[in-house]
């Protein structure tokens, strides 16, 4: 598990995290989502202890990870400038990593390049952004982490190495319980693939939780009584109504209720219309944040 409680970092008096929370399950495969500058790269350095916290706590199963070897060895962090890597052949680049891990497994990495189709013997800046990052996944899944940590890992990957790469890692989850951290400014591509999902706002965790909680409880409803003046003045009055839209005699609603909240308006109120539609996940934060929040709409 991930544990960070009350983080804060600053770079040359500005503030970059406060009071920052994150809890991140064993086995779990998790989406930190924010627009560009929110923090979630400081977060992920801290993760990995490149970065010391000004204050507060960063745990892996209890241990501090700053200048802790042991803990660090089972971490594998794939960053979104992969400079550190060009002066290498992927050949060179897999027998450094074989030598940093000790559970390093080299079947494993010749079956993800064969997979991927990489020339071992070619320098890795000579590759192109996306298949360098297949590379780097590469090396750093074979050293067979318990944590894998990934920095906007979808850019430059076309459909068919996306798929290939979310099927290890979801495997990986199911078969070893390793753990996952995914940061992206991309929410639609966490959906779907993540089991639950931060969302960072100017360096703090504004919502949190599993994806199937978050999406419990918030719905999207096409309601009508059959006309302009017939629906009652006390039609919504115990519904926690996020948004309201009519469109001639159907009014379109976002409302944060239980089925049972949503069973008991119909029986009551008995609407001529009741549907209730899916939400996707980006409706979902839109309407939890309340709307309100410029940075986590360009996000959406």
Known sequence: MINIRKLNKSFDGNPALSEFDMTVRSGSIYGLVGTNGAGKTTVLKLINGVLKADSGAVLIDGRPVYENAAVKEKIAFIPDDLTFFFPYTLADAGRFFSELYRDWDGGLFDEIIGRFGLDRK????????????QAVFALSFASVPDCLILDEPIDGLDPIVRRVVRKYIVDAAADRGMTTLISSH????MEGFCDSVGVISKGRMVLEGELDELTTDIHKLQVSFGGPGKRPEDAYDRLDVKRLQSEGSVDHLIVRNNKEDLERFKNEKRPLLFDRLPLTLEEVFIYELGGGNDEIQDIL
């Open 122 to 133: 070619r320098k890795m800046g000579k590759f192109s952004k996306g298949i360098r990052k």
């Open 186 to 189: 991309n929410l639609p591509e």
